[in-house]
């Protein structure tokens, strides 16, 4: 079962990737490498190709052998809040701005809306949550700080950012730092939940039996 899910997934969540950045050079007046890499530089894509590249060795065997970062605790549930925390940005700060038409109106919910709820039922059904250690949710942030960083260097360079939340054209320092607190704070607030419910669902199932 789990393996023929992460196919499913790992199709789901590829296809919407490729097909937005498809629909994205279709539009685009930049050349394909400045195009790429804006692409690239929205939190959404690399998240979501994170999570179609997680499901993926869930399905090739030799990559989950090999590859010990993908089947360590914690992995799937560190993915699974990025990702929830992709869709929650997204509907609750950013779908009032942003009214996406035909194909790219489909793959904007799938890369915001069923993405994330696939992370999360594939992390309720497979995660070994028993393993998962409270110890591991600031190192989790490490990610979401280098792209942090990144896009703040990026968007000094290029005059380039992806979020309005992030936008020094238009906010200034002190905003953008608060604005990141506030969205670390929502990082460690998703992590401690989903952690809570791993701890108390094995909890009572180990009691059950």
Same mark, same amino acid.
């Given at each position: 079962?789990?393996?023929?899910?992460?196919?499913?997934?790992?199709?789901?969540?590829?296809?919407?990737? !490729?097909?937005?950045?498809?629909?994205?050079?279709?539009?685009?007046?930049?050349?394909?490498?400045?195009?790429?890499?804006?692409? %690239?530089?929205?939190?959404?894509?690399?998240? $979501? /190709?994170?999570?179609?590249?997680?499901?993926?060795?869930?399905?090739? #065997?030799?990559?989950?052998?090999?590859?010990?970062?993908?089947?360590?605790?914690?992995?799937?549930?560190? @993915? !699974?809040?990025? @990702?929830?925390?992709?869709?929650?940005?997204?509907?609750?700060?950013?779908?009032?701005?942003?009214?996406?038409?035909?194909?790219?109106? %489909?793959?904007?919910?799938?890369?915001?809306?069923? $993405?994330?709820?696939?992370?999360?039922?594939?992390?309720?059904?497979?995660?070994?949550?028993?393993?998962?250690?409270?110890?591991?949710?600031?190192?989790?942030?490490?990610?979401?700080?280098?792209?942090?960083?990144?896009?703040?260097?990026? #968007?000094?360079?290029?005059? %380039?950012?992806?979020?309005? %939340?992030?936008?020094?054209?238009?906010?200034?320092?002190?905003?953008? @730092? /608060? $604005?990141?607190?506030?969205?670390?704070?929502?990082?460690?607030?998703?992590?401690?939940?989903?952690?809570?419910?791993?701890?108390?669902? !094995?909890?009572?199932?180990?009691?059950?039996?």
């Amino acid at each position: 079962m789990k393996k023929n899910l992460a196919y499913i997934f790992a199709f789901i969540t590829w296809s919407a990737v !490729t097909i937005q950045y498809w629909v994205m050079l279709e539009s685009t007046p930049f050349t394909l490498g400045t195009a790429t890499l804006r692409f %690239f530089s929205y939190f959404t894509i690399l998240t $979501n /190709t994170l999570l179609a590249l997680y499901f993926s060795s869930q399905v090739h #065997g030799h990559l989950h052998d090999s590859g010990k970062i993908w089947k360590k605790p914690g992995t799937l549930t560190a @993915i !699974t809040v990025y @990702i929830l925390v992709v869709g929650l940005v997204y509907q609750f700060v950013l779908r009032g701005i942003w009214n996406p038409q035909g194909i790219a109106r %489909f793959t904007d919910e799938l890369l915001h809306s069923l $993405n994330p709820v696939l992370a999360l039922v594939f992390w309720g059904l497979f995660e070994d949550k028993k393993a998962v250690e409270w110890k591991q949710i600031p190192y989790w942030l490490i990610y979401p700080l280098v792209y942090f960083v990144y896009t703040v260097i990026h #968007g000094q360079i290029s005059g %380039f950012y992806p979020y309005p %939340f992030v936008d020094l054209n238009v906010i200034s320092v002190a905003q953008l @730092i /608060t $604005n990141f607190c506030i969205l670390a704070l929502v990082f460690m607030g998703i992590a401690g939940l989903l952690l809570g419910i791993g701890k108390k669902f !094995t909890a009572n199932v180990k009691q059950e039996y």
